[in-house]
């Protein structure tokens, strides 16, 4: 896998992020993310402004590993790129946007959850997929079944992932990482809960090892 790949898988979790206020918000959420050792987040389009965050973010702490998802369009890739923006996450295999991905060297990881779409996947000269949405989409269950016919790929499951089923999810070793929201709720964003935020962040690090001790 290529370099930023390797950071995500490495890192075990994801932070899933909707900035409804990226000016007021995304430093001191980077901040938080950084202090809980979680330095990655995805910042998703789902928000206006999701290339200001990312800009914010990576100004607040440069050595955090940040991406954008719910990316539908070549414009969205365009501004998280301007933005300093270091992968794209899209919620389906888009091939043309994934080309345009490929033509800037920028990690792309679409949302595959069959056969059909893995094998879209695989001609395009993917090794880590988006696994969303993971848990009503059959979950670790359907994860590992899809792996059998393809083994090139390392999976990042969205959608569902929680404290009590992370630890789950990463002891198979298909999965490169979890993205989650879990940890950057609209609720202890609006209310600049930034310690909870480290602390829900602390607690996913603690479960990734813990994982992959076994």
């Given at each position: 896998?290529?370099?930023i ?6 890192t075990?979790v ?17 901040q ?21 965050a990312?800009?914010l973010m990576?100004?607040?702490?440069p050595?955090?590993?940040v991406?954008?998802?719910?990316v539908?369009t ?7 790129l301007?933005?300093?923006?270091q992968f794209i ?26 056969a ?8 395009l000269?993917?090794?880590l997929?988006?696994?969303f ?5 059959g979950?670790?269950?359907?994860i590992k079944?899809?792996a059998a016919?393809f ?5 990042m ?10 630890e789950?999810y990463l ?7 979890c993205?989650g ?8 964003i609006?209310?600049g809960n930034w ?15 813990k994982a992959?001790s076994h």
């Amino acid at each position: 896998m290529d370099p930023i790949s390797t950071t995500l898988a490495q890192t075990g979790v994801v932070p899933v992020i909707k900035l409804d206020h990226p000016h007021q918000d995304a430093a001191p959420l980077a901040q938080a993310l950084c202090a809980g050792d979680l330095p990655v987040a995805e910042v998703t389009f789902r928000a206006p402004g999701a290339d200001a965050a990312i800009r914010l973010m990576k100004e607040a702490c440069p050595h955090m590993l940040v991406g954008a998802g719910t990316v539908t369009t070549r414009e969205q890739i365009d501004l998280t790129l301007t933005a300093g923006g270091q992968f794209i996450v899209s919620p389906g295999l888009d091939p043309d946007l994934v080309l345009y991905c490929q033509e800037k060297a920028v990690p792309v990881y679409p949302g595959c959850t069959t056969a059909s779409e893995y094998h879209a996947a695989l001609k395009l000269g993917l090794e880590l997929i988006k696994f969303f949405p993971a848990e009503q989409s059959g979950g670790l269950a359907k994860i590992k079944a899809l792996a059998a016919p393809f083994p090139q790929f390392r999976v990042m499951p969205t959608g569902g992932i929680t404290l009590a089923n992370l630890e789950e999810y990463l002891s198979c070793p298909v999965i490169a990482a979890c993205g989650g929201s879990y940890m950057t709720t609209a609720s202890l964003i609006e209310a600049g809960n930034w310690a909870e935020i480290t602390r829900l962040c602390q607690e996913s690090r603690a479960i990734v090892k813990k994982a992959r001790s076994h």
